[in-house]
């Protein structure tokens, strides 16, 4: 499976943004999907997880702003980021459990700066 991410760009605080992961390959439809973030000088860090059912889990620092999602007919996964703060600053991966190691995308950068 390959995952490609879109969707990253530049946006002042309080703004939004929609990332997507477009997997291909193969069906992503019976694993979970989970964003990742990693900013300069950080370890790379969960975001949120939607699991094949649809079950959804966050980290405390985005709960209430990001929603993740998926659409398993169009083999993608998406992540809406509300009320972006300068510390959501990052390349943003998506990840599923396939292969030894899981399976990355190549990152989208999110810059939230006024």
């Known amino acids: 499976v390959v995952l490609v991410e879109s969707g990253g760009g530049r946006v002042q605080p309080g703004g939004s943004l929609r990332l997507s992961c477009a997997a291909s390959g193969m069906s992503i439809r019976s694993y979970a999907v989970r964003w990742y973030r990693q900013s300069p000088g950080k370890e790379r860090e969960l975001v949120a997880t939607?699991?094949?059912?649809?079950?959804?889990n966050y980290e405390a620092f985005v709960k209430g702003r990001f929603t993740i999602s998926r659409d398993d007919a169009k083999n993608t996964a998406s992540l809406q980021m509300n009320n972006l703060k300068s510390e959501d600053t990052a390349v943003y991966y998506c990840y599923v459990p396939i292969g030894g190691f899981g399976t990355w995308g190549q990152g989208t950068q999110v810059t939230v700066a006024s």
């Open positions: 939607i699991t094949s059912y649809g079950f959804t």
